[in-house]
């Protein structure tokens, strides 16, 4: 990646960090925008070292910032939004101020600074209540929540964007994604971490419902090849790839639009919460054994959860030659000894 300079919004978060790490890694040039509403400065601390990496301390519903950032850059890798299902029940004026009106400020900006490619964090809540198992990306049903709602209509304004202007977008719906920086803590922490952290400090994880529900988990080394994929992957090649995915399908594609793709990341296997809790805590015991003794409680369902959710990630395969590098049980080995480290 010598030469490219990437912008990665929310780049202090969990996602963004790794993926600036990453790309430092490989001699790229990075710019972050972040306000630190959720990210953290610590995440940056490795790559405020490098003097390929610029910090740029702003918000995507500033257009302003946004032009600022994405100055001089070929690729954006967004990742900035207000995360979680429960907080925009809470509150979805907030979360489609930031994950609608700051998605389109971005991606009209970087229409206008002429990038090569916008790549943007979507989610598998997009799929809502549809049954069908696994999720495939053409077939989704209602949104249950107002988070679901505004992934959906970033995907709507990225194909728009696409179709107006000729910025080429490609949407990841990310399925559940864990590991090393994901923050414990907070109301709205997701369930590995917060899991992680109950079991080390020997309390008992809480689990809504009854333990059936399953989730695909997506190790976050995954997703950051899928985000580099996505962006560097040649454009001939991933249209050559969607017109026989088209074809063996049976879905309309039309090769002369310009490129607007959505893609699952997952791994493309469904694990329970009662068996996640089990390997968790197999995997923690390996440094203290008496974690395996800390009982589960459950709990009330909690409104607009998905009870399952498993993806196909043939789009990703055909289209990015995407294969994740990590099973679920590799994913949880690599991230108990990082939470163990850092939490202890």
């Given at each position: 990646m010598f030469g490219y300079k990437f912008l990665v919004t929310g780049g202090a978060g969990f996602i963004g960090s790794n993926l600036i790490d990453f790309l430092l890694s490989q001699g790229a040039a990075v710019v972050c925008l972040d306000n630190f509403a959720t990210g953290k400065r610590e995440n940056l601390n490795d790559a405020s070292k490098n003097d390929r990496f610029t910090l740029y301390e702003g918000d995507i519903r500033n257009y302003e910032d946004c032009q600022k950032a994405v100055v001089g850059c070929d690729y954006v890798l967004h990742q900035a939004a207000l995360g979680s299902v429960p907080r925009s029940i809470e509150d979805p004026m907030a979360s489609t101020d930031v994950n609608i009106g700051g998605f389109v400020k971005m991606l009209h900006a970087a229409k206008e600074a002429g990038v090569k490619r916008f790549v943007y964090a979507a989610s598998s809540s997009t799929y809502g209540d549809h049954p069908d198992m696994p999720k495939v990306e053409h077939k989704f049903g209602n949104a249950l929540s107002p988070y679901a709602i505004t992934k959906y209509v970033d995907e709507l304004y990225a194909r728009n964007f696409a179709d107006l202007y000729g910025i080429e977008c490609i949407g990841l719906r990310y399925f559940n994604v864990f590991g090393r920086r994901q923050d414990p803590n907070g109301a709205y922490a997701a369930v590995i971490p917060k899991f992680v952290s109950s079991l080390i400090n020997h309390?008992?994880?809480?689990?809504?419902?009854?333990?059936?529900?399953?989730?695909?988990?997506?190790?976050?080394?995954?997703?950051?090849?899928?985000?580099?994929?996505?962006?560097?992957?040649?454009?001939?090649?991933?249209?050559?790839?969607?017109?026989?995915?088209?074809?063996?399908?049976?879905?309309?594609?039309?090769?002369?639009?310009?490129?607007?793709?959505?893609?699952?990341?997952?791994?493309?296997?469904?694990?329970?919460?009662?068996?996640?809790?089990?390997?968790?805590?197999?995997?923690?015991?390996?440094?203290?054994?008496?974690?395996?003794?800390?009982?589960?409680?459950?709990?009330?369902?909690?409104?607009?959860?998905?009870?399952?959710?498993?993806?196909?990630?043939?789009?990703?395969?055909?289209?990015?030659?995407?294969?994740?590098?990590?099973?679920?049980?590799?994913?949880?080995?690599?991230?108990?000894?990082?939470?163990?480290?850092n939490l202890k």
């Open positions: 309390e008992s994880p809480y689990i809504n419902g009854d333990g059936s529900y399953s989730r695909d988990f997506t190790y976050i080394d995954n997703v950051v090849q899928a985000n580099i994929k996505a962006a560097t992957t040649p454009t001939k090649d991933i249209v050559c790839q969607m017109s026989l995915y088209a074809n063996e399908q049976t879905i309309d594609f039309d090769a002369s639009r310009p490129l607007s793709e959505v893609i699952n990341i997952a791994y493309g296997e469904r694990t329970t919460l009662n068996d996640l809790v089990v390997y968790l805590k197999e995997a923690l015991s390996a440094y203290d054994s008496n974690i395996l003794n800390v009982p589960t409680v459950y709990r009330e369902t909690r409104n607009g959860d998905i009870p399952h959710s498993l993806a196909s990630i043939k789009k990703a395969s055909a289209l990015i030659g995407y294969h994740p590098e990590y099973s679920v049980r590799e994913g949880i080995l690599e991230a108990c000894g990082w939470y163990y480290k």
